[in-house]
């Protein structure tokens, strides 16, 4: 597609239930990014992929979270457990992965745990 | 270490007068800056970047940013507003590698 895409746009969890968002990113573009944006915040950084490695995962806020890029373009964003706190919307972004790549932003999956 | 503070987390202009959005960057390294806008349940949409070519930088929608070194800062601003401004933008310093560091937003709001 011309753009990023992220499923499901909305999901709810109940508290303990596991989930997993989708992110297919531009044809093309090697880096993956997912973000974490609370509500009247900035994007979080959560984790980075090159193609198929996922070179930096300091963002995750706990091991409930897990992030993978099997064949370097669809990416899975898995929360395990879920908790009150993790409610946020997930943004997962692609680019060339130049220097001066600027980010490229799907719409995002707003998580709401009850 | 990189980061990116912007002044003001709500801003309010009238339809027509100039739109000056603040944003002051922290880097150990010569930065690359961006300014995003954020509609309501979308994604960043990017406005603009400086990637160490001309200092006055113009982006889409009319909008136009310049980075001033000395003061460490990378303004956002266009001449006339437009109710189709309304929205959320993040100002983002990255540091030439794989991190991307945002500010915290500001809200523009357009009076008609």
């Known amino acids: 597609g011309a753009g990023v895409s992220q499923s499901p746009r909305y999901k709810v969890a109940k508290r303990g239930q596991d989930v997993a968002l989708r992110c297919d990113p531009i044809s093309g573009h090697v880096s993956l990014f997912w973000y974490q944006q609370a509500l009247g915040q900035g994007p979080e950084f959560l984790t980075y992929?090159?193609?198929?490695?996922?070179?930096?995962k300091s963002g995750l806020p706990s091991d409930r979270f897990f992030a993978e890029r099997p064949e370097g373009s669809v990416s899975t964003l898995k929360i395990q457990r879920t908790q009150q706190e993790d409610s946020a919307v997930y943004l997962c972004?692609?680019?060339?992965?130049?220097?001066?790549?600027?980010?490229?932003f799907g719409n995002g999956t707003r998580l709401t745990v009850t | 270490a990189q980061s990116v503070t912007q002044l003001g987390s709500h801003v309010s202009v009238s339809e027509g007068a100039l739109v000056l959005l603040r944003c002051n960057y922290s880097s150990s390294v010569p930065p690359y800056l961006f300014w995003y806008v954020q509609y309501p349940n979308q994604g960043l949409q990017l406005l603009l970047k400086y990637t160490s070519a001309a200092t006055l930088v113009k982006g889409i929608n009319g909008f136009e940013a310049e980075f001033k070194k000395s003061e460490t800062s990378f303004h956002l601003t266009k001449p006339s507003a437009h109710m189709s401004d309304a929205a959320e933008y993040f100002c983002a310093v990255s540091d030439r590698g794989n991190q991307f560091y945002f500010g915290t937003g500001t809200s523009l709001t357009v009076i008609p």
């Open positions: 972004a692609s680019s060339l992965g130049q220097q001066s790549s600027p980010l490229h």
């Open positions: 992929f090159q193609n198929e490695a996922q070179l930096d």
